[in-house]
């Protein structure tokens, strides 16, 4: 299945103005491939949406458990609006 993330974050929650945060979020990154392995979770894309705070992922997973276990392990207070999409083909004439 795939998914649509929102992930919203607020200026004190956010990686480039805390500190604190940051150097949690410079810890975490490298081990993201290897948890995506481990929960079975495909990262499609993901952007960032500065300076309004948020991110944008599409990702892929048999079901939403693996998916909220693995944002949930990101190291910033966030709030996630998390909806399942399908892809469309669109056949060209």
């Known amino acids: 299945m795939l998914f649509h993330v929102t992930a919203r974050h607020d200026v004190n929650h956010c990686g480039i103005y805390?500190?604190?945060i940051r150097?949690?979020?410079q810890a975490f990154l490298p081990s993201i491939s290897t948890r995506c392995k481990?929960?079975?979770v495909k990262?499609?894309?993901a952007v960032a949406g500065?300076?309004?705070h948020v991110f944008y992922l599409?990702?892929?997973a048999d079901d939403l458990t693996p998916v909220c276990t693995?944002?949930?392990e990101v190291p910033m207070k966030q709030e996630f609006d998390i909806k399942p999409v399908r892809s469309l083909r669109?056949?060209?004439a």
Do not use: K, R, S, T
Request: hydrophobic share 45%; proline share 4%; with cysteine.
């Open 58 to 60: 599409l990702v892929e």
């Open 18 to 20: 805390n500190e604190e």
């Open 38 to 40: 481990e929960l079975g």
């Open 70 to 72: 693995l944002l949930c």
């Open 50 to 52: 500065h300076p309004d």
């Open 23 to 25: 150097l949690a979020l």
């Open 43 to 45: 990262v499609h894309f």
């Open 90 to 92: 669109f056949d060209q």
